[in-house]
């Protein structure tokens, strides 16, 4: 069937691994930025009234254990409730045969 299509491995393998590459490179640059941006907090210098790198640190800090517990309890609810568990399934099916019409369709 797929070859009617004029969709092959090599094709899907050329697809799969520009995608990752243009990930990655995105990936890539926003790490650049933020390290770029982190030093100019790190002193304190030249920021009269703002924070300092230890209240920057601290406040990240806070927010990775608030994310961190909220998504124990929503995953606990989730997989606790076989109602939630059946709708998240049919939302990862969805998206995985959507993907698969988009890529199937893009070539």
Do not use: H, K
């Not at 299509?5 to 650049?32: Q, S, W």
């Not at 406040?59 to 995953?75: K, P």
């Not at 076989?82 to 993907?99: C, D, E, N």
């Amino acid at each position: 069937m797929l070859r009617f299509t004029g969709i092959n491995a090599d094709t899907i393998r050329r697809r799969t691994r520009d995608f990752l590459a243009r990930a990655y490179a995105m990936l890539l640059a926003l790490a650049c930025s933020f390290c770029c941006a982190v030093p100019a907090y790190a002193s304190g210098a030249g920021t009269e009234g703002g924070a300092t790198m230890t209240q920057i640190l601290s406040g990240v800090t806070e927010l990775l254990t608030w994310i961190l517990s909220s998504m124990t309890s929503v995953s606990a609810w989730i997989l606790g409730n076989s109602l939630a568990f059946i709708y998240v399934g049919l939302f990862l099916a969805g998206a995985a045969m959507g993907f698969l019409f988009r890529a199937l369709r893009s070539v």
